[in-house]
T-cell receptor
Framework: AQKITQTQPGMFVQEKEAVTLDCTYD???????LFWYKQPSSGEMIFLIY??????QNATEGRYSLNFQKARKSANLVISASQLGDSAMYFC?????????????FGKGTTLSVSS | NAGVMQNPRHLVRRRGQEARLRCSPM?????VYWYRQLPEEGLKFMVY????????ESGMPKERFSAEFPKEGPSILRIQQVVRGDSAAYFC?????????????FGEGSWLTVV
């Protein structure tokens, strides 16, 4: 069965430091997509970054990068130069078949707290 | 947040009442998904719809929950005879008909509280 595991319930980091949020996944399907979303205290789900299973290079979006290690089935999110506004819940998710039209499976999330 | 509109944002219902949550997908999107987020949990898939069709409802509770996406108008998630355990955030997402995997956009959520 497909599964997403986020083992860090909470992470703490100081401003301007980098932080890595862990995500491992389990699927037997060769074609899938991996997503990270941010959920601030206001509640909305904000898309951060996407990696397709056949993408050769790790995805990057500004201060966000995805450390995709296919053999280890891990898709860790790296946030560089943390800001106070990065404090939020972060969810890793997986879609199957690398297409829209399929559901996303979410992990339980990691709460990131950034201090000054 | 990419134009997926959900309303109401907050809804309070007494046990036994009905709750109706609405979702207007982003312009040009014909796929709609509903997810539920219980407190301290990640989102759980409920149902996937296209216009006038339910494609996958494997995550929907067997009773009291229904969803539709009519030819005209928003998608509706309907919960009949609500119970305290239905209190959660309900998120709608949409994607275009022809899509790559990174074009799924979420609305801001509807928070249901059952008292």
């Amino acid at each position: 069965a497909q599964k997403i595991t986020q083992t860090q319930p909470g992470m703490f980091v100081q401003e301007k430091e980098a932080v890595t949020l862990d995500c491992t996944y389990d699927t037997s399907d060769p074609s899938y997509g991996l997503f990270w979303y941010k959920q601030p205290s206001s509640g909305e789900m904000i898309f951060l970054i996407y990696q397709g299973s056949y993408d050769q290079q790790n995805a990057t979006e500004g201060r966000y990068s995805l450390n995709f290690q296919k053999a280890r089935k891990s898709a860790n999110l790296v946030i560089s130069a943390s800001q106070l506004g990065d404090s939020a819940m972060y969810f890793c998710a997986m879609s199957l078949n690398n297409q829209a039209g399929t559901a996303l499976i979410f992990g339980k999330g990691t709460t990131l707290s950034v201090s000054s | 947040n990419a134009g997926v509109m959900q309303n109401p944002r907050h809804l309070v219902r007494r046990r036994g009442q009905e709750a109706r949550l609405r979702c207007s997908p982003m312009k040009g999107h014909s796929h709609v998904y509903w997810y539920r987020q219980l407190p301290e949990e990640g989102l759980k898939f409920m149902v996937y719809l296209q216009k006038e069709n339910i494609i996958d409802e494997s995550g929907m509770p067997k009773e009291r929950f229904s969803a539709e996406f009519p030819k005209e108008g928003p998608s509706i998630l309907r919960i009949q005879q609500v119970v305290r355990g239905d209190s959660a955030a309900y998120f709608c997402a949409s994607s275009p008909r022809q899509a790559s995997g990174n074009t799924i956009y979420f609305g801001e959520g509807s928070w249901l509280t059952v008292v």
